[in-house]
């Protein structure tokens, strides 16, 4: 099942930053995606607010629409070989 990994446009910035850790983790499990590039500026993420009513990422988004988001959260699934769990639906209340 495809997904897509919603990660900010900032792709030389590696280490801890939160869309690398999500995106390097999905590469690790060998789990096939798509990324979706969105601004590094917070005010422009006009697209991600219109989605999922916030504007942090990265983001996995399901085939049905729900969402898996927070990096650690992201990568702790893809290593358990569990990404395609339950994942929240859109806009989050948190
Ligand atoms: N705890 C979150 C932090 C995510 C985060 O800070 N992402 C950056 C990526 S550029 C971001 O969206 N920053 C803008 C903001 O915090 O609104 C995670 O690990 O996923």
Redesign the pocket.
């Known amino acids: 099942m495809a997904v897509k990994l919603h ?2 446009s ?1 792709t030389i910035i590696k280490g801890p ?3 690398w ?2 995106q390097h983790a999905l590469d690790e499990a060998g789990i096939e995606y798509e990324v979706v590039k969105h601004s ?1 500026v ?1 005010p422009l ?1 006009k697209d991600v607010q219109a989605l999922t009513g ?5 983001l996995v988004e399901f085939e049905d629409g729900t969402f898996l ?6 990568a702790e699934r893809a290593r358990a070989g569990t990404l395609h769990g339950p994942g929240e639906t859109a806009p989050f209340s948190s």
């Not at 988001?69 to 992201?74: H, Q």
């Open positions: 990660r900010c900032g930053h939160p869309c850790v999500a590094m917070r993420r916030q504007k942090k990422m990265p988001r927070d990096s650690s959260v992201i």
